[in-house]
């Protein structure tokens, strides 16, 4: 679940920080920072407290793939929700992301030891903006 404390619009790079807050994340990597850029910026200046509604919703993907379907929102049938992880991985890719930010952004684990903080807020922003929608 997403809280209103981890959409942070008001900072210097308009970000949302996936964190434990009421739950367990599966890894320790899962914890990240994600820079809001392009349709995804607009989203959230539009729900900027996020989506409190669907909170502790088992049902969420359920409900939203019900409505990218009735809203011909997918490109085929064998698309999903989940789909658009793989579409943001694509992307990165053919934009020639570095792999360790694409595993940054994505929550991935690294297989190597990790050295080092990672890419800086303003960096991953000039990244992730090369593919915004």
Same mark, same amino acid.
């Given at each position: =679940?997403?809280?209103?404390?981890?959409?942070?619009?008001?900072? @210097? *790079?308009?970000?949302?920080?996936?964190?434990?807050?009421?739950?367990?994340? %599966?890894?320790?990597?899962?914890? /990240? *920072?994600?820079?809001?850029?392009?349709?995804?910026?607009?989203?959230?200046?539009?729900?900027?407290?996020?989506?409190? /509604?669907?909170a502790d919703?088992?049902?969420?993907?359920?409900?939203? @793939? %019900?409505?990218?379907r009735e @809203? $011909?929102?997918?490109?085929?049938? $064998?698309?999903?929700?989940?789909?658009?992880?793989?579409?943001f991985e694509?992307? &990165?890719?053919?934009?020639?992301?570095?792999?360790?930010?694409? &595993?940054?952004? =994505?929550?991935? +684990?690294?297989? /190597?030891?990790?050295?080092?903080?990672?890419?800086?807020?303003?960096?991953? +922003? /000039?990244? *992730?903006? $090369?593919?915004?929608?």
């Open positions: =679940m997403l809280t209103a404390a981890q959409i942070r619009l008001d900072s @210097n *790079v308009p970000h949302i920080k996936i964190e434990a807050v009421g739950r367990t994340l %599966k890894t320790d990597s899962s914890e /990240r *920072v994600i820079p809001l850029v392009g349709i995804s910026l607009e989203a959230f200046r539009q729900f900027p407290s996020g989506f409190p /509604r669907y919703n088992p049902g969420l993907s359920d409900t939203i @793939n %019900k409505y990218l @809203n $011909k929102l997918l490109e085929t049938d $064998k698309h999903s929700l989940y789909s658009l992880r793989h579409s694509d992307r &990165m890719l053919a934009a020639g992301i570095d792999e360790r930010i694409r &595993m940054d952004l =994505m929550g991935h +684990q690294i297989k /190597r030891e990790r050295y080092g903080a990672g890419a800086d807020l303003d960096h991953l +922003q /000039r990244v *992730v903006q $090369k593919i915004a929608l």
